[in-house]
T-cell receptor
Framework: GAVVSQHPSRVICKSGTSVKIECRSLDFQATTMFWYRQFPKQSLMLMATSNEGSKATYEQGVEKDKFLINHASLTLSTLTVTSAHPEDSSFYIC???????????FGSGTRLTVV | GDSVTQMEGPVTLSEEAFLTINCTYTATGYPSLFWYVQYPGEGLQLLLKATKADDKGSNKGFEATYRKETTSFHLEKGSVQVSDSAVYFCALDGNSGYALNFGKGTSLLVTP
């Protein structure tokens, strides 16, 4: 079945530094990738949608200069949290879609802690 | 716009009890409906889905039927196990290529 690999699973960084999270579709071509942030008490917030080769579409209230998304190939999307602050600490999850048969596959998530 | 409402948790059940997690939706057109499960510290896994009215999705003993007349997609399992303890998300896909629209999630704890 479709597999999405997300790395790293956990990262701790110092305030003011940048962190890159990778999301790879291992056995299918992901025409669209989605990035979510999960807050305590479970709710998932869609941050942005990215299509291969084009700029990401950010949801209202998400700072595009802070959360840089790149979808340079059909198998890789990256989320870079720039100048991270403690309030950016969260669980980030990517999802990839091949655009066929309503397939959405999720990565295993990245726990970001900014200290 | 499209939306999903699911019952708030946490839900606590004893092993072998019957489970129902309610999910209702609002959407234009004919959305596809999904249930995802999230185990602690992990991403989301697709549990089951239904793409049209009256379809029943099933997997690992869980079932949900797409009810257009009541705009519902309730998740059920006849006998839960401790290993079913997780957070369950109901989701809707109104337009292919767009992100899924999620409910807020329902935490399930099954005790021995």
């Amino acid at each position: 079945g479709a597999v999405v690999s997300q790395h790293p699973s956990r990262v701790i960084c110092k305030s003011g530094t940048s962190v890159k999270i990778e999301c790879r579709s291992l056995d299918f071509q992901a025409t669209t990738m989605f990035w979510y942030r999960q807050f305590p008490k479970q709710s998932l917030m869609l941050m942005a949608t990215s299509n291969e080769g084009s700029k990401a579409t950010y949801e209202q209230g998400v700072e595009k200069d802070k959360f840089l998304i790149n979808h340079a190939s059909l198998t890789l999307s990256t989320l870079t949290v720039t100048s991270a602050h403690p309030e950016d600490s969260s669980f980030y999850i990517c999802s990839a879609s091949s655009g066929t048969d309503y397939g959405y596959t999720f990565g295993s998530g990245t726990r970001l802690t900014v200290v | 716009g499209d939306s999903v409402t699911q019952m708030e948790g946490p839900v606590t059940l004893s092993e072998e009890a019957f489970l129902t997690i309610n999910c209702t939706y609002t959407a234009t057109g004919y959305p596809s409906l999904f249930w995802y499960v999230q185990y602690p510290g992990e991403g989301l896994q697709l549990l089951l889905k239904a793409t049209k009215a009256d379809d029943k999705g099933s997997n690992k003993g869980f079932e949900a039927t797409y009810r257009k007349e009541t705009t519902s997609f309730h998740l059920e399992k006849g006998s839960v196990q401790v290993s079913d303890s997780a957070v369950y998300f109901c989701a809707l896909d109104g337009n292919s290529g767009y992100a899924l629209n999620f409910g807020k999630g329902t935490s399930l704890l099954v005790t021995p």
